[in-house]
């Protein structure tokens, strides 16, 4: 632990929703005084959270009164409505790959693309549960990889981590980026019973939540430290590791946040903000 590899193969990224962790993040109460202590951070390229509001179709009787009749404005208006409260089914846990495929393509291509797997349900909660005791296990995270290996060069000073190696990592945070609050919190209330029949194998105590586990992940990555400046590497062995030792001695999810470097770390953590303000409110209206 506390150490990372230089392979010339493809390599977990140990990031996801989540993550969705950030993907499954919901409403809780762990982190109820996220309202009163914490600041929503705006970034370029990040969307401003706003309350989820109901979508009404309405129909501007003025502007198509010369075209349809009053039956055919009542006809339409009863069809809107009907599609957009009829609830989506949901299949069950063994057969939702497709169904979760197509919901997160709808969210995010790009994040699509880095989650495909087969039993991504499963998968997501299990890394989640992983990141909520600090841990990153490379057999739950296998099926996230990326194509190029590690990157860390040497000059007169000694080895560290070059920028190039940061940017690896920025079409993950992009697709982070890329994802809406209020789509992806639609998208955790639809799957949720499918998440909760994951959660349930770990035989937590009836009193810890699925939304616990989620936010404790959460306060991992939220504690990483965003560093703008040049981070010395070691190699006592075939291993590389952080010359710092207060670098070294953060959790392997913290860690992980390091080597994506400063500008996708900031992207990630804000984007996580957004969501934990948005379950908070959720919290406030259950």
Request: aromatic share 8%; charged share 25%.
């Amino acid at each position: 632990m506390g150490r990372y590899d230089l392979y010339q193969r493809r390599k977990p990224i140990g990031m996801t929703v989540f993550l969705l962790i950030l993907l499954l993040i919901i409403a809780g109460g762990v982190w109820l005084y996220w309202r009163s202590t914490q600041t929503i951070e705006s970034e370029v390229g990040l969307e401003t959270y706003e309350l989820p509001v109901p979508s009404v179709t309405k129909l501007d009787e003025a502007l198509v009164s010369d075209v349809l009749s009053d039956n055919e404005l009542k006809t339409n208006s009863e069809q809107a409505e009907t599609e957009e409260t009829e609830p989506t089914a949901v299949p069950s846990l063994k057969e939702s790959d497709d169904f979760i495929n197509e919901k997160l393509t709808a969210l995010s291509p790009e994040l699509a693309y880095w989650l495909r797997s087969d039993e991504q349900i499963r998968k997501i909660i299990l890394i989640i549960n992983d990141f909520s005791q600090g841990q990153r296990l490379h057999k739950h995270m296998r099926w996230l990889s990326l194509d190029e290996p590690f990157i860390a060069e040497e000059d007169q000073q000694g080895l560290y981590l070059p920028s190039k190696s940061y940017q690896r990592y920025n079409a993950f945070a992009e697709a982070i980026d890329s994802v809406n609050v209020h789509d992806i919190l639609e998208f955790y209330q639809k799957v949720r019973p499918l998440c909760q029949e994951v959660f349930a194998q770990f035989g937590y105590p009836d009193s810890y939540r699925l939304e616990d586990l989620i936010k404790k992940a959460g306060a991992e990555i939220l504690s990483a430290p965003v560093v703008e400046t040049r981070i010395a590497l070691i190699k006592p062995s075939v291993l590389y590791q952080f010359a710092d030792n207060d670098m070294e001695a953060l959790s392997p999810v913290q860690k992980q946040m390091l080597r994506m470097g400063p500008q996708n770390t900031r992207i990630i953590q804000n984007k996580l903000r957004l969501l934990i303000e948005a379950l908070i409110n959720m919290d406030d209206t259950n």
